[in-house]
């Protein structure tokens, strides 16, 4: 499970570089994205060269969360939740969810953070089980939602 | 199998680290101890005006010998910024726990004692000695290893070989210990012959069930079967000089989310909405573009605020202003030191990492057009934890610091090459979606075999 404590500047000289490269790879998807949503074929029909979107995209989360991973380990449902937390505050263009989703997960896992270190539970309590512990409910809650609104 | 039996061997070594009354004036020696073994030796030796803390393990009765000592004295968690606070002159701490704060301690000059696991009692005499040495109080070393001496010699006579009886320390998750330990060297001591010994096991090593009941180990002196101590499956381990507690825990993989495509109704909503693309969605964006930049606005000021609010938050109180002014005289005070050196970076990963995982959370609900999706579907970031696993468990981690974050890149890239030969091809986003399942599956399967093959008995 994930962890920031006693994490160095070199960690960040580290994962700073590939996570960049990962984030210009991911945002250049967003109009890709936009038009993925009418279906492959229209995407396809309108333009995009749907087997390069895809790796560019792959590409980008493979260096993005990669790195991401490497120097914090596994942090779960940040990912999941933030876009759903904020679609309905930007709709459902892909596109205009891509910058407040990557503020959002920033935000969010910061005060995660200073969570675990506010409990003071002792040994502190590891980040990637906090937001698990948050987030597995909200997931509960997500599918249940779903389930409703397929009904 | 007689667990008591052997406890009771051990804690007569555990016993034998006695508190010594302070000879004489305290040297002037700031010492911190960051693991539990060296915590034992700080209390017996050194004076206690000289230590500044021992681990918070020290205080647990039921794997601290000196766990009285230990309540009156400060405890750390063994955190680099609780280290560079302290400001130390003296930093002892296990071979295999605590290293960032141990890379930090060498960073900054401090003298710092890095201990092995003893796994003899040749090695315990030797590192008392060490520790009275940088404590500068050689002398004491000679009285503590007299008293463990003299306890030696008080044992009753060992039986002749071949006729003591057989005893075996088994722990939880079936691990005993053999030849080349401490706890081998106490049962022989006691004047029990090891059964892991003799089947040939060294050090930590799994004995199955099976072999132990075929090993025959005595029945336990009724004196010690009353002990409500169950044989096996015990949570803790043995509080025989188990140095590696408190050791970093690695990225543990996560399991592979069951994604549940609901695809043709998410492109009937998808279809609804990019119908409507550029144009206000609904009653209330009037504006969408103001309210988009609204939003990123007090997204960004909230992000601002939780950074610098991470940056003041911590373990130890910190003159934040005082410590802002060293630092813009380019002074290396402990505050200057744990403000940019320990809280900066952490408080800037977690904005990067959340990031990340954000942004890629909402890239990848679009792409897969699945609500459920995450960054972990594709399984790159469980083929990252597995990298990380691969570098801690092989050592790597020991010889250089950033090993575990390079084995985790390296897994990553590991995910990425049949995901990008895949996604170069025609095939259906399906494709990508199930061969994220079968990454994450063999990603998780690889970690256990790791974490199977690796010698830590409390890995699995």
Redesign the interface.
């Known amino acids: ?2 962890s ?9 000289a ?3 570089p ?2 960049a490269i ?2 210009v790879l ?2 250049s ?1 967003g109009r890709a ?8 074929e229209t995407a396809r029909s309108l333009g995009f060269a749907l ?2 979107v ?2 560019r ?28 937390l ?1 679609r309905p ?6 596109s ?16 995660a ?2 969570a675990v ?2 409990l003071r539970t ?3 309590l590891r980040l ?1 089980v906090l937001t698990a512990l948050i987030g597995a409910p909200f997931f509960l809650l ?2 249940l939602r ?1 389930r409703r609104e ?1 009904i | 199998m007689l667990t008591p039996l052997a406890r009771q061997a051990f804690a007569a070594f555990s016993a034998l680290v006695t508190l010594l009354p302070a000879l004489a004036a305290a040297p002037a020696s700031r010492v911190i101890s960051l693991n539990l073994c060296t915590d034992q030796l700080v209390l017996a030796l050194a004076d206690r005006s000289a230590i500044v803390s021992v681990t918070y393990l020290a205080r647990d009765c039921t794997i601290s010998a000196q766990c009285r000592a230990a309540a009156s004295e400060p405890i750390n968690y063994g955190t680099a910024e609780e280290l560079v606070a302290a400001e130390p002159d003296l930093v002892l701490g296990g071979r295999y726990t605590t290293r960032p704060a141990i890379g930090i301690a060498r960073r900054l000059g401090m003298k710092v004692l890095e201990f092995d696991p003893p796994s003899s009692l040749d090695m315990v005499r030797r590192q008392i000695r060490d520790v009275a040495e940088a404590l500068g109080r050689p002398e004491r070393s000679e009285t503590m290893i007299a008293a463990l001496d003299g306890r030696l010699a008080a044992l009753p006579q060992a039986a002749p070989e071949g006729e003591r009886p057989v005893a075996t320390v088994y722990q939880a998750n079936g691990m005993t210990v053999g030849a080349n330990s401490l706890i081998d060297a106490a049962l022989q001591a006691a004047g029990f012959d090891n059964l892991a010994r003799r089947l040939g096991l060294e050090n930590y090593m799994y004995l199955p069930l099976e072999t132990l009941i075929a090993g025959r180990p005595d029945p336990p002196d009724p004196q010690y079967a009353a002990s409500d101590l169950p044989l096996a499956g015990r949570e803790r381990p043995e509080p025989s000089g188990d140095c590696r507690r408190h050791r970093p825990r690695s990225a543990h993989h996560r399991p592979a989310i069951a994604v549940d495509l609901r695809l043709a109704r998410d492109r009937r909503r998808y279809r609804a909405a990019g119908a409507s693309a550029g144009a206000p969605r609904d009653g209330t964006a009037i504006n969408g573009k103001a309210r988009d930049g609204l939003l990123l606005a007090s997204l960004a000021l909230l992000a601002a605020t939780l950074f610098v609010a991470s940056a003041l938050i911590g373990r130890v109180p910190l003159a934040v202003s005082a410590a802002v002014t060293d630092l813009w005289h380019g002074r290396t005070s402990p505050a200057a030191l744990i403000l940019f050196q320990l809280r900066f970076p952490r408080a800037l990963l977690g904005l990067l990492v959340g990031m990340t995982l954000g942004l890629s959370g909402a890239v990848m609900q679009g792409l897969l057009r699945n609500p459920l999706a995450e960054p972990g579907v594709l399984g790159v970031s469980a083929m990252a934890a597995f990298g990380a696993v691969v570098a801690f468990y092989t050592g790597l981690s020991l010889r250089f610091s950033l090993a575990l974050p390079f084995g985790g890149i390296v897994g990553a890239f590991l995910a990425v090459a049949p995901l990008g030969s895949l996604a170069g091809t025609r095939g259906s986003i399906f494709v990508m979606l199930l061969a994220g399942a079968a990454i994450n599956s063999l990603a998780g399967a690889l970690t256990a075999l790791a974490l199977n093959l690796s010698p830590n008995p409390y890995a699995a």
């Open positions: 499970m994930g920031l404590v006693d994490r160095s500047l070199d960690h960040v580290l994962a700073a590939l996570m990962g984030w991911l945002l998807g994205l936009d038009a993925l949503t009418l279906g492959e087997e390069r895809r790796l995209l792959i590409l980008g989360t493979a260096f993005a969360v990669g790195a991401a991973v490497a120097v914090s380990g596994a942090i779960g449902f940040v990912g999941l939740v933030i876009p759903h904020l505050l930007v709709g459902h263009e892909p205009r969810l891509l910058v407040p989703s990557a503020l959002g997960g920033g935000c969010l896992v910061l005060a953070d200073i270190r506010w002792g040994p502190e990637g997500l599918v779903l397929a």
